[in-house]
């Protein structure tokens, strides 16, 4: 019942940012942690980055933290995840979820809702 779309993916060079958008349109996100997971091909959904509804709280895998970052703004219902420094490696289908009374930050089965991905593709 809850639709989650994203937008901002595209093909860039390695080294470029890019920033990734995702939105519930007809709905609130103010009380859903919000998150961002992604999945390579041949590998499975993979924990990036989530955003508690709460307090700002975030949480981020090893191997972003130093170059993405989880937000929201809640007057445009909107959160994003600014992606520096791309490396080939982030090339992947990007998929912005949404939960509430998680079990786990970085746990996928603990997500309601799905949007259908957006493609990042980076090239050395």
């Known amino acids: 019942q809850v639709r989650l779309e994203e937008s901002g993916g595209g093909s860039v060079q390695a080294g470029d940012s890019i920033n990734l958008s995702c939105t519930a349109p007809?709905?609130?996100?103010?009380?859903?942690?919000m998150a961002w997971f992604r999945q390579a091909p041949g590998k499975e959904r993979e924990f990036v980055a989530a955003?508690?509804?709460?307090?700002?709280?975030?949480s981020y895998a090893d191997s972003v933290k130093s170059r993405f970052a989880i937000s929201r703004d809640s007057a445009k219902n909107m959160v994003f995840l600014q992606m520096n420094n791309l490396k080939p490696e982030d090339t992947a289908i990007y998929y912005c979820?949404?939960?509430?009374?998680?079990?786990?930050?970085?746990?996928?089965?603990?997500?309601?809702?799905w949007g259908l991905g957006t493609q990042v593709t980076v090239s050395s």
């Open positions: 979820a949404a939960g509430i009374r998680l079990t786990g930050l970085g746990v996928r089965e603990s997500y309601n809702y």
């Open positions: 007809g709905r609130t996100i103010k009380t859903f942690t």
């Open positions: 955003h508690a509804f709460h307090g700002g709280r975030t």
